[in-house]
């Protein structure tokens, strides 16, 4: 069978190609998608050519094609003869697949979605396990106060799971003040410029003193400095950006060594893969949690998506997503208006 893939054939190209796409083997399961969500952070980065990937040199040469997807929903149409756990018709979240119309993938792969919760609003759940993984690394105690640096998709879904996890007050900071009235709109208690000169200050008096807790999603080494200077003494930074550049310095005596400031690599692969423990979910077991606390109201995904597209105009979206800072935070490509 043939579907239709997004791939990235050469930097700052996206193309609509045929792929073929397997019958399921004995434990797989093969899915009709109906919504994929864009990864803005990752995507444009493999869009334009930059490094990304752990251990990939920062001097490294791009290598094309590259394709990417990797939080989607959909129907299963095939079953693998061991799976008995799913039937055809059941709508799955797909983790780690691609962008395209239809896939097979692992079981273990797949959740399943439950009542009251949309293909669109699940389609987006593994982007969100990112800054979930990176609170609970920070053991984030109610009452305590956070800093969010970078109000993309990431930023965006901390500040709701850290205001579902008890954490006051909850400090948004983006230079585009269109991000920083979304983070208001989705729980945020004050949002900040980072660009104003008394930025420091606004942290250092909003949160007496300092915060608690950072989730540092700009992946700039400018951001995580100003995060450092925003910090109460023994805070947790959680660093949940990719720096994708090493061209910056810190005064790491200052700056952490003299604060006794934690910085914790919260990468979403640095994560256990079979069993979950305090404070490192598996990304099954976040998966879940985040659906259900959709289905309970917990979280809000549906007002996440602010922007619906096709497929076939992949090269647009990604020409914006390149190149417009005011690119929408939530964006889904859909994949039922037509058979591809």
């Not at 797989?28 to 803005?40: D, K, Q």
């Not at 609003?121 to 009452?143: D, N, Q, V, Y």
């Not at 995904?301 to 417009?324: G, H, K, T, W």
Request: overall charge neutral; some cysteine.
């Amino acid at each position: 069978m043939t579907t239709k893939r997004i791939v990235f054939t050469e930097p700052r190209k996206a193309e609509l190609l045929d792929v073929e796409v397997s019958a399921p083997k004995e434990n797989e399961v093969t899915v009709s998608l109906e919504y994929s969500a864009i990864s803005a952070g990752t995507e444009r980065a493999n869009f334009v050519g930059d490094r990304n990937g752990i251990g990939v040199a920062e001097n490294a040469e791009a290598v094309f094609p590259r394709t990417v997807g990797y939080s989607a929903a959909g129907v299963v149409t095939a079953v693998g003869s061991e799976v008995s756990d799913l039937a055809v018709g059941d709508r799955v979240f797909v983790a780690w697949g691609k962008h395209q119309k239809q896939i097979t993938m692992k079981r273990r792969k797949l959740v399943k979605i439950p009542d009251g919760v949309s293909t669109k609003e699940a389609s987006m759940a593994l982007i969100a396990t990112f800054p979930l993984a990176a609170i609970r690394k920070t053991h984030l105690e109610i009452g305590e106060s956070a800093l969010v640096m970078g109000l993309g998709i990431l930023g965006i879904f901390a500040v709701q799971q850290l205001r579902a996890a008890g954490a006051y007050p909850i400090v948004a900071v983006d230079p585009v003040a269109e991000r920083r009235e979304f983070a208001l709109k989705m729980g945020a208690d004050v949002a900040l410029d980072p660009t104003a000169a008394d930025f420091v200050d606004s942290v250092l008096k909003i949160t007496d003193g300092g915060a608690n807790i950072c989730i540092e999603v700009t992946g700039l080494g400018i951001g995580l400095i100003q995060a450092l200077d925003c910090m109460k003494k023994m805070g947790r930074v959680a660093l949940l950006g990719c720096t994708r550049s090493s061209k910056f310095e810190i005064d790491y005596y200052g700056k952490v060594h003299g604060k006794g400031i934690s910085l914790i690599g919260a990468h979403t692969m640095m994560r256990p893969r079979t069993e979950s423990s305090a404070g490192l979910w598996t990304d099954e077991d976040d998966l879940k949690t985040l659906l259900n606390l959709t289905k309970g109201g917990r979280l809000n995904f549906a007002d996440m998506i602010c922007e619906i597209a096709s497929p076939e105009d992949a090269q647009s979206v990604y020409d914006r997503l390149a190149n417009d800072k005011k690119f929408p935070i939530g964006v889904l490509f859909d994949w039922t208006k037509r058979e591809f």
